[in-house]
């Protein structure tokens, strides 16, 4: 029987899923242990994060384009839309952990950090938009059950109101839009033979990898063992 685009993305999730309880530091945030400074560091490395993977979905969409791969451009032209609005919902989020706009300027970025947006940047350079779309749509999973927790857990434990929790609630709320984009976009490169699972599965473990890097960059800077 051959395969679907949701048999691709299901079997996607269910390999790059992270193991449960390996996020330390929300694991904290969600106790309410974790320092508040943790929370800022956050804020602060997610405003490099999102302006560089908006830039790297807008480079996707355009080599889709180029390629004559319609689903493709919509689902990265969708995501980039996305990340503007994060880029709204900072805001909030940064005034609510005390850090004024010189502190946001003069924040330097740590490399753990951001060795994710770098790889999705090389993806957006040398990897196959199709595959990468795989490798994407598994890793927003684990993100957005990060961001879900996170969210409560700023309302429960650190008094944080709905604009300040704002950021993360958007991508702790379903898109379906971006899961209709994704099946299409999928669907596109299986009928054109450009899809690689093998690759697609490749990508998807480094950026899993990468994301982890990102939260035990200041896991182990805020939370001791």
């Known amino acids: 029987m051959a395969r679907t685009a949701r048999d691709v993305l299901d079997g996607a999730l269910r390999l790059l899923a992270p193991a449960a309880g390996e996020n330390r530091l929300v694991a904290e945030i969600a106790a309410g242990r974790a320092p508040l ?4 560091a956050l804020a602060l490395e997610q405003g490099q994060v999102i302006p560089a993977d908006r830039r790297s979905f807008t480079h996707l969409a355009l080599r889709a384009t180029a390629l004559q791969q319609p689903p493709v451009t919509a689902f990265y032209d969708h995501l980039a839309r996305g990340e503007a609005v994060a880029l709204e919902r900072l805001g909030p989020l940064t005034a609510a952990c005390g850090l004024g706009e010189e502190a946001v300027r003069a924040h330097e970025p740590r490399p753990g950090c951001q060795a994710y947006p770098a790889y999705v940047s090389w993806l957006a350079l040398g990897a196959e938009p199709v595959d990468a779309a795989v490798a994407l749509t598994a890793n927003f999973a684990a993100w957005s059950a990060s961001c879900a927790t996170v969210a409560l857990a700023l309302r429960e434990h650190y008094g944080f109101d709905d604009a300040a929790c704002g950021f993360f ?3 702790a709320e379903p898109d379906p839009e971006a899961a209709e984009r994704a099946l ?31 939260w035990s960059t200041l896991a182990d800077e805020f939370v001791p063992r």
């Open 184 to 214: 299409a976009a999928v669907g596109a490169g299986l009928l054109d033979g450009r899809l690689s699972e093998t690759l697609a599965h490749r990508h998807g473990r480094l950026v899993q990898a990468y994301e982890a890097m990102f």
């Open 169 to 171: 609630d958007l991508f």
């Open 37 to 40: 400074a943790a929370v800022a």
